[in-house]
Structure formats: structure tokens, C-alpha cells
């Protein structure tokens, strides 16, 4: 079963707006990463913010990292036609580390 | 740098066939990991090699196998196929255990008819 949830499931915003995905996980981790995977295709990677970090930027980037509450957020700012795709969570954990993806959040940005 | 390739990008087969994916990281990385992905959903965890070990297993069950090569090339084989099977499976690669980025490379797609 996946660690990560995320919400919302879904987001449609209009082009310029800002795009805000949380992602939930469950056991202690070692680090977060945030992916994003256009229609059907491989994931790439965004941005990984460490378990004794809470903020960073990349960019039109900000991710939030909140380990009393298990919870992480992903913002872009900004946001631009291009943005259109899935985004992932995925927490690092354990001796062996396992990477364990989140449910993924699809944001359609319109033009 | 050629990134992880995978191989065939689209296959199908029917219900009881054997299916066999494969999976080249980006030269220097030991580490492979294998992700199933169902149509509109999350990724489930496979596999994950490292050095030619297994290292870890997914929920999954074991007519899911694989293998690492000793160029770290991977493959996955997937027996008794069931419709359920239908889904992409992605092949990530890093440098051993990760603590940091995954390289994803853009998957096989496995249709069971």
C-alpha cells in the first residue's frame, strides 16, 4: 500500500495563479522528494528536502516540510501551461532505504 | 549521459503468457528500482536491486521476479499474466541506496489481453 497521500486528488487553476499539493506519510523518514510525471511518461525529479529541513526553493519551487505532522507541501508559483501533469510525493525511510510514492496530485493548468 | 532507457515501450500479451521488461541505468548507478504504475494511479513499489541483490520487495506476488546483471542492467519477468497486470512499469536508477534523486526512465507499457 502507498505511505503517501496526497490531496487534492485534482487541482484545475488558471495560468498565473499559484498551484499548492500536500502530501501526507506515515513512518519516520529519512528525506522527501517531489516528482512530477507528464501523460503517461517516466517521472522527473524536482526537488528533495532533507527530514531535518523545513523549507526550500527551486525556482517557482517551495516545498514545506513538517515532521511533527507528517506532512509535506509542494507550491508553484506562477503557474504556466507547461505545469500540466502529475505530481508525486515520495518518502525515503528504513535501514533499506525504500522509496514509497504518494497517490499523486493532477493539476491542469489553463491557458 | 544516456539516461535509463527501457525496453520495449509498448508490449502485449495474453492472459497466462510470460512477459519480460528490461531496464539499463545511467552508467555509473548500482542501484534499480521497479515501480508498477495502473492506468491514472500512483506507483506501487516492485523491486528494488542493488549490487545484483534483491534488497527489497513490494506487496506484490511472486510470479513478479527479476534480476540484476553484473552491468547493472535489470529485468523484470512477470509469469501467469492476469489482466490486472495491464499497467506501466517504470524503471528508476541511483548511485546504491538513495539518498537522493531517482532517475526514471519512461517506462514499458504492458497491455494483457
Redesign the interface.
Known amino acids: 500500500?502507498?505511505q503517501g497521500e496526497e490531496d487534492p486528488q485534482a487541482l484545475s487553476i488558471q495560468e498565473g495563479e499559484n498551484a499548492t499539493m500536500n502530501c501526507s506519510y506515515k513512518t519516520s523518514i529519512?528525506?522527501l522528494?517531489w516528482?512530477r510525471q507528464n501523460s503517461?511518461?517516466?517521472?522527473?525529479?524536482l526537488i528533495?528536502i532533507r527530514s531535518n529541513e523545513r523549507e526550500k526553493h527551486s525556482g517557482r519551487l517551495r516545498v514545506t516540510l513538517d515532521t511533527s505532522k507528517k506532512s509535506s507541501s509542494l507550491l508553484i508559483t506562477a503557474s504556466r501551461a507547461a505545469d500540466t501533469a502529475s505530481y508525486?510525493c515520495?518518502s525515503?525511510s528504513g535501514g533499506?532505504?525504500?522509496?514509497?510514492?504518494?497517490?499523486?496530485t493532477k493539476l491542469q493548468v489553463i491557458p | 549521459e544516456a539516461g535509463?532507457t527501457q525496453s520495449p515501450t509498448h508490449l502485449i500479451k495474453t492472459r497466462g503468457q510470460q512477459a519480460t521488461l528490461r531496464c539499463s541505468p545511467i552508467s555509473g548507478h548500482t542501484s534499480v528500482?521497479w515501480?508498477q504504475q495502473a492506468l491514472g494511479?500512483?506507483?506501487?513499489?516492485l523491486l528494488?536491486y542493488d549490487e545484483g541483490e534483491e534488497?527489497?520487495r513490494g506487496?506484490f506476488p511472486p510470479r513478479f521476479s527479476g534480476r540484476q546483471f553484473p552491468n547493472y542492467s535489470s529485468e523484470l519477468n512477470v509469469n501467469a499474466l492476469e489482466l490486472e497486470d495491464s499497467a506501466?512499469y517504470?524503471c528508476?536508477s541511483s548511485v546504491g541506496?538513495?539518498?537522493?534523486?531517482?532517475?526514471?526512465?519512461?517506462?514499458s507499457?504492458l497491455t494483457v489481453l
Open positions: 500500500s502507498q529519512n528525506n522528494q516528482y503517461g511518461r517516466g517521472l522527473v525529479h528533495l508525486f515520495a525515503t533499506y532505504q525504500k522509496v514509497t510514492f504518494g497517490t499523486g | 535509463v528500482y515501480y494511479l500512483g506507483l506501487q513499489f528494488w534488497r527489497n506487496n506501466l517504470l528508476a541506496q538513495v539518498t537522493g534523486e531517482l532517475f526514471f526512465g519512461e517506462g507499457r
